[in-house]
């Protein structure tokens, strides 16, 4: 099982945390021979061809490129297996995508250690999906409930100096904010002509709307999907992530809904696994990346049809 310490070990330093190398029984590079940047250009690439993220980069060539040249450099390193040959293409379509990291921040996240295990996923999510983004890109970073100032494209090491303040306080209005802090601002202002990348919105949550009706969540997403498509883009062009910390039964009932929720099941996945159980039980750092690209990757594959 994987031991994070406290809260502040947990955002170390860039330098640190890519440092911090376990031993594992994978093979960094099995077959003994490196891939080049003009291989994985290639396989990124080949990896967008007949996706709803391809009318964004098919005039954006340097942003594959730049993300080809990290990924060349990450190839014979042992602590992570996102370029490897086999997950090299989930990890391109993710990192492709704008990451939204949508947080929790009602009171009941006090409980259970769920805080820190949403702060535990913050860093992890934010570490994973930034190794072979283009330098001038970054994470986007909301709370339901605090409005904090400077959260857009953070870099990975600007998160300890804007989490480790944070606390918890208020209700869960997960659908009412979700549209006016997330797709206001970076979906909606942008269109038709200005949304330069697809978006990845993970949204991790420990209970159930309060006090809006549970539907406002759902039809946030479905008023998304129309305003894309009024703006002749794939409803696809925005997906969701969603998953549970702690073990309150209200919340895996309303996610359980989501789910089933046709009008919206082609963007949204929903974790079958609560996050911070699955995330205990990995092994280490190789295992963490692994399952994050993964569980990042489903609503892509989803919304593809795959």
Known sequence: ?????????????????????????????????????????????QAL??????????NNPKFIEELAEKAASLVDDPSTPIVGK?????TAQVTMHQQVLYCDDSTSMKREDRWASQNMLINRIARVTTRILPESEGVYLRYINQDIPKLNSLKFEQLLDVVEPLRWGGDTPIGTNLRSKVLE???YSKLPNNLKRPLLVSIITDGLPEPEPKSTFVDAIVECGDRLEAANLPRESVKFMVGQVGTAPASTRFLQEVANYKRISKVVFVAAEKLDAAASNLENDWKMDEWLIETLYAPIMKSEGK
């Open 1 to 45: 099982m994987v031991s994070y310490g406290p809260f502040s070990n947990m955002f170390k330093s860039a330098s640190n945390i890519f440092g911090n190398v376990f031993t594992t029984s994978q093979e960094v590079n099995p077959n003994g021979q490196s891939r080049t940047k003009a291989e994985f250009v290639a396989e990124a690439k």
């Open 49 to 58: 061809q007949n996706t709803s993220a391809m009318v964004f980069f098919k």
């Open 185 to 187: 601002p970076l979906v």
């Open 86 to 90: 086999d997950l090299f293409p989930k």
